[in-house]
């Protein structure tokens, strides 16, 4: 069982997790957003405060236990399987899979034209990936159940900068 550590970026403070608070239309679907990238996080935590306000920026520091009773997707790369999930989970709202947990690439600012003209039938799948393979593509890992959440434990929480 491998252990991950994840940062994830807020701009509210909370000693639990609540999945009901979820954003819609993310990659994904609503879950609880992480990066293995602390840097990623702290840019999430500015992104929110300037957008929303809130009790200030949050950097959270957790580990995630890989068990093998979670049914975890991942996305090694930039894949058409990884496109069509982005596009019903955007597309759809809520959650448009059965997976506990999902770990793939992050759909952010540098590929989110693309990802749209994907979305809208413009490009196809190969042309959106041909266009998005000259992108470094941060990481993002999303937990969608309750049972993921067990395997999540707090290590830190700072306010940042």
Known sequence: MEILTLYHGSNQKFNNIDLSKSKNHRDFGCGFYMTTLEEQAKAWAENMFIRYGGDGK?????????????????????????????KENRLKGGLQHSYDAVYGPVAN??????????????????????????????????????KALKYLRLIGRNVSE
């Open 58 to 86: 949050f950097v959270y520091a957790y580990e995630f236990e890989e068990n093998p009773e979670l049914n975890i997707k991942r996305y090694n790369n930039l894949n058409t399987e990884w496109l069509e999930m982005i």
């Open 109 to 146: 600012d540098n590929t989110m034209r693309t990802i749209a003209l994907f979305i809208a039938g413009i490009y196809t799948s190969e042309n959106a990936l041909e266009k998005l393979r000259f992108f470094k593509a941060n990481d993002q890992l999303s937990v969608h159940t309750e």
